[in-house]
């Protein structure tokens, strides 16, 4: 198992207590929100992710430690490594999250927050999160 990041490329903050994670995770607001381009660094504990959720104006992940995944709705998860460049379409179903191995960091930049918050929706299930490697 990797372990918890010793010098993370950015700070990880205060553990973020969030019932839309299945797992522990660190947030740091890198840039706050309520500007016009909120960024956050994203720190997901071995196994943890987020529940499937959709962006009103659309979201980028750049991945900067770690290894985890990103999926959309019906269709394959996309294993992410550091250096990988995540794309999210305004209103496409999804998560993202650490593999069951290994820490997991991103930046995750908000398009278009006047379009409004994140809406969040079920859990990812284990059928879908135990088949990954
Ligand atoms: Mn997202």
Redesign the pocket.
């Known amino acids: 198992m990797s372990r918890i990041p010793e010098a993370p490329l950015f700070p990880m903050g205060e553990e973020f207590i969030n019932d839309n994670f299945s797992g522990a995770v660190w947030l740091n607001m890198l840039i706050p929100l309520g500007s016009d381009l909120p960024v956050a660094n994203v720190t997901f504990e071995p196994g943890c992710r987020n529940s499937w ?1 959709e ?1 009103m104006g659309g ?1 980028v992940l750049l991945v900067t430690n770690g290894r985890g995944y990103y999926q959309e709705w019906g269709q394959p998860a996309r294993e992410l490594r550091p250096g990988d460049v995540v794309q ?1 379409p305004a209103h496409a179903k ?1 998560w ?1 999250g650490a593999a069951k191995d290994s820490w997991f960091s991103h930046i995750a930049i908000e398009i278009h927050p006047e379009k409004g918050p ?1 809406t969040w929706l079920e859990p990812v299930s284990d059928d879908i999160y135990d088949a990954l490697a």
């Open positions: 959720h962006h979201q999210i999804h993202h994140a």
